[in-house]
């Protein structure tokens, strides 16, 4: 008898738990699409990092091989170096308000300012992340006008998003869950979005400030590895770490719907 009420009981739990599950909605993330207009071979090895220079008339690009900085135009043609030579360089970003570069150490767990008339160091500031691989560190570099804040990822191990200041430090960071890795970030302050680069997933991601995928761009090949976004023309540029090369690609809106 009390081996059938058992049954009973048991039966009973199960038909009440199958008529409380609820399902799960799959979130579906819009896909648009890119359109290849410039391809041009920089004379910079393994370019890691990339950023506009004053007024958006320059590039700024690191290059983890050399471990330094380098202007150049708009079509990659090296107008001047940098005096400062760093320690496996990834991100780059110029701070207009103070008219400074700062670059991303990735191994050292460091943001670097530099003068930005000569290459000069100026200031060095370590970046806490919990992380035991060396070459999974700070990858990405860029900086929001609006909150005067410096928006950094971690490669992975954990994959992060860190937001800095020199003055108050980490000001809020997030883990990131949607890529296999992350390899550069470009801030649109006019429009309060991010853009999200990964490597190995070989996408580009278009995201809120809580770094919530709006939007994403499957990329031809891996290894993109800087990346920075005209949001006036809706063109993006990325340097290729394994080709050297800067190509240009316009940003098109389309209605695909992935998951």
């Given amino acids: 008898m009390k081996r059938i009420l058992t049954i009973i009981i048991s039966i009973t739990l199960l038909a009440a738990c199958q008529k409380d599950k609820v399902d799960i909605p799959v979130v579906e993330v819009p896909v648009g699409s890119l ?107 860029s900086y929001n006008l609006n909150n005067k804040a410096y928006y950094i990822v971690n490669e992975d191990l954990p994959g992060e998003l860190i937001v800095w200041n020199p003055k108050f430090g980490i000001i809020e960071r997030n883990e990131l869950h949607f890529a296999i890795d992350y390899s550069a970030i470009f801030v649109d302050d006019l429009h309060s979005i991010l853009w999200i680069l990964s490597d190995d997933s070989q996408t580009m991601y278009k995201c809120d400030y809580k770094a919530n995928v709006l939007m994403e761009f499957i990329l ?27 190509e240009v690609f316009d940003i098109e809106i389309s209605i695909t719907i992935g998951s």
């Fill in 220 to 246: 031809p090949r891996t290894k993109y590895e800087g990346l920075i976004v005209d949001v006036d023309l809706m063109k993006a540029y990325y340097v290729n770490d394994a080709t050297a090369k800067l």
């Fill in 35 to 141: 359109k290849l207009t410039s391809s041009v071979q920089l004379d910079i090895l393994e370019p890691s990092g990339l950023s506009f220079g004053p007024n958006g008339q320059t590039l700024l690009i690191v290059s983890d091989n050399a471990n330094m900085v380098y202007e150049t135009d708009l079509e990659g043609e090296i107008i001047r170096t940098l005096s400062y030579v760093g320690s496996d360089l990834e991100g780059v970003v110029y701070n207009p308000d103070e008219n400074i570069v700062a670059v991303a150490e990735e191994r050292l767990r460091e943001i670097v300012l530099l003068d930005y008339e000569v290459g000069n160091e100026i200031g060095r500031y370590p970046i806490n992340v919990e992380n035991n691989n060396d070459n999974k560190g700070l990858e990405g570099l």
